[in-house]
């Protein structure tokens, strides 16, 4: 078999109509573990919504922050979250710029996921804030005392850097979706044909449409990369600029940004195995396109675990007695379970995507890479709460487990997230239709040359033996070659 | 005077190509290469190769854009820190450059990519009122090309069409 055949992600023979008419019914009847999915976000919100209303009331002592535990599980959970964001529009940009074409069928839920993953981290520092109603005090505007955010502050840059990520990421995710919503338009009746007739801005498709799209599409791309990595070192200056033990670490930001993709990575499984079996899309995405999402994955979580190892060997072999008394507390200390599950889940859980049965089996492609997110949320709370928990002051030591509160608004978090998930895919399509036709079209054609090319070698072989088995003339080393 | 517009819609892009290729090698005298438009459900890799060098000038826009951004960020960054001149800052520089940088560079980043986008919008033709010449099966498979032509040369073009299996014509008054 064929290098092409053998790596294609798609049925290349896939009709172009069918992959419209597949898409656009998928959207309007989903299975009915899609409502019951909507049902459990909603009730998860519901808790959310209830604690937070209880914290409003009642002050932040009902989540348990106080000196010395400021931070803790809310911005534990922010860093998750700004992470979880990194993966879909990070992964889609490069991959775009490299044409790396397995991308195609699953870029558009993974663009989503990060809008959505931001819209839910901006929510943590809001509710950590306590004073929800002095938010706008982080805008850069001069106040009527002439004082101006402190720009030398990561929470400032912070700030600007969410910001920008979170515009930039929903203009990529929209840019991308007009060729789409143009499809939808003409295929669909009633209120979608007039919601999605204003949404797709009036394109036709034509070659002065196409190649301004391609040339913005790809612009967008060189600069949401840089943009990515940038928004995780600013995240991870919050900690990294300040001077407590295990913060003050110089790999903070890439160790941040491999932590980030790697989660987002492990988001992207979940959602896969999620969408493919909710929108009935086992033919769009395939068990190859799983496959080489499970081996990038596999990648990143190396690059992190490297990272991790650094750290503690720096922190090790690094004379600071702060910093190794940590870290031998994180391992030995009231929070070694949480460390340990850390380091089961983020290095040793992901050598299961070595075993390419288990790659090509849903379920427990499902249940590794929540635990993979497990451990990649733990990972952010032992980066917090353990150097609040124990810093420089002996006397200051405290080890906080989480009020009810702090838990149910953490647990309300995925809710949120999942509630404008299921929205945004139940309203547009989750696997991008425009794209899955060039893919199956590049497929169709690199089958056809590679078929062409076998042709001609075997018409080139039986002319060369009917001539005796020597080589033809002013081509002597054609054999050989 | 160009005064109707033609779409003639076609199986596939080889059918459509061809046609291109023998209106560049001139098969009709009225209608020049530069006015054919092409559309389609997606992109053809040889579009640019077939219709001629049609260059897109957004990337000169993302560039003013990022520039702008960058200058923006150093001047509104400094100019607030600047109100801070009364205040003692402790040794440490009014205007600190490397922490600006920072914001500086998020600032490039944000204006380029608005820029790219309003740009992209404008460039293409988005938002604007377009003629009625469009046909629904050009979000599904087939390919189209449009066509200014004159009164005169109005039937010369549609048999021009027909005999290089055109699956069907559309036409508009412009």
Redesign the interface.
């Known amino acids: 078999m064929s290098q092409v055949i053998q790596d294609k992600v798609i049925d290349e023979k896939l009709e172009w109509s069918r992959i419209n008419a597949d898409v656009i019914a998928s959207m309007q009847s989903p299975r009915r573990a899609y409502w019951v999915a909507l049902a459990v976000c909603i009730a998860m919100l519901f808790c959310a919504v209830a604690a937070e209303i209880y914290q409003y009331k009642y002050g932040m002592g009902s989540a348990g922050l106080n000196n010395p535990h400021m931070w803790d599980m809310y911005i534990a959970t922010f860093v998750f979250w700004i992470g979880m964001s990194h993966a879909g529009t990070l992964l889609s940009a490069i991959l775009h710029i490299i044409h790396a074409q397995w991308r195609k069928p699953i870029y558009r839920f993974a663009e989503a996921m990060t809008t959505f993953s931001l819209m839910t981290a901006g929510i943590f520092p809001m509710i950590h804030l306590g004073r929800v109603w002095n938010l706008y005090w982080v805008l850069p505007y001069v106040s009527d005392r002439g004082i101006w955010p402190n720009f030398r502050s990561p929470l400032v840059w912070d700030a600007f850097a969410i910001s920008t990520y979170l515009s930039s990421s929903a203009l990529f995710l929209f840019i991308g979706m007009i060729p789409d919503m143009a499809i939808l338009r003409d295929h669909t009746t009633g209120w979608r044909k007039k919601f999605y007739g204003i949404l797709c801005l009036g394109w036709r498709g034509d070659d002065r449409q196409w190649r301004n799209f391609r040339r913005t599409y790809m612009l967008l791309a060189c600069f949401l990369i840089p943009l990515a990595i940038s928004v995780h070192s600013i995240v991870s200056s919050d900690f990294a600029m300040s001077i407590m033990p295990g913060w003050h670490i110089t790999t903070f930001p890439p160790y941040f940004v491999a932590g980030a993709l790697y989660s987002g990575c492990a988001a992207i499984m979940t959602l896969f195995v999620a969408l493919r079996y909710f929108f009935r899309m086992e033919e769009y995405m395939t068990l190859n396109i799983m496959e080489k999402t499970c081996k990038l994955t596999f990648a990143i979580a190396m690059v992190w675990t490297y990272l991790n190892l650094i750290e503690f060997a720096a922190t090790w072999y690094g004379h600071n007695i702060y910093d190794k008394e940590l870290l031998i507390d994180k391992a030995t200390g009231p929070y070694a379970a949480v460390f340990w599950t850390m380091i089961f889940c983020g290095m040793v859980v992901p050598f299961t995507l070595c075993f390419q049965k288990l790659r090509r089996h849903m379920p427990s492609m499902l249940v590794v890479s929540i635990l993979l997110n497990l451990g990649m949320y733990v990972e952010r709370w032992m980066i917090v709460a353990p150097t609040l928990a124990m810093s420089h002051q002996p006397h200051q030591w405290d080890v906080l487990w989480g009020t009810v509160i702090q838990w149910a608004i953490v647990f309300g978090s995925f809710g949120w997230f999942g509630l404008l998930f299921l929205i945004f895919v139940k309203l547009f399509p989750c696997v991008s239709m425009y794209e899955v036709k060039e893919l199956c079209f590049h497929l169709k054609h690199e089958i056809e040359e590679e078929e062409h090319e076998k042709q001609h070698a075997a018409k080139a072989k039986a002319g060369a033996t009917a001539g005796g088995g020597a080589s033809p003339a002013g081509n002597p080393g054609l054999e050989g070659a | 005077m160009s005064n109707h517009r033609l779409l003639a819609m076609f199986k596939d892009f080889d059918d459509a190509f061809e046609v291109v290729d023998k209106i560049k090698g001139k098969a009709l005298s009225s209608v020049e290469i530069d006015d054919v438009?092409?559309?389609?459900?997606?992109?053809h890799?040889d579009?640019?190769e077939k219709?001629g060098d049609?260059p897109?000038n957004?990337?000169y826009f993302?560039l003013m854009g990022a520039i702008f951004g960058v200058t923006f960020g150093f001047f509104?960054?400094a100019a607030?820190?600047a109100?801070?001149l009364v205040q003692p800052q402790g040794g440490k520089p009014v205007i600190?450059l490397p922490?600006?940088f920072?914001?500086m560079?998020?600032?490039l980043?944000?204006f380029?990519?608005?820029t790219?986008?309003i740009?992209?919008?404008g460039?293409?033709?988005?938002?604007?009122?377009?003629g009625t010449l469009?046909s629904?099966k050009?979000?599904?498979?087939e390919i189209g090309l449009?066509v200014e032509v004159s009164d005169g040369d109005l039937e010369s073009v549609k048999s021009f069409f027909k005999e290089n299996r055109a699956l069907e014509i559309r036409e508009e008054k412009v």
């Open positions: 438009t092409m559309m389609s459900p997606i992109e890799p579009i640019d219709l049609r897109s957004i990337a993302t509104f960054l607030a820190q109100s801070f600190a922490t600006n920072v914001l560079y998020e600032m980043i944000f380029a990519v608005w790219t986008v740009t992209f919008l460039m293409s033709g988005l938002l604007s009122r377009r469009y629904e050009l979000t599904v498979d449009v």
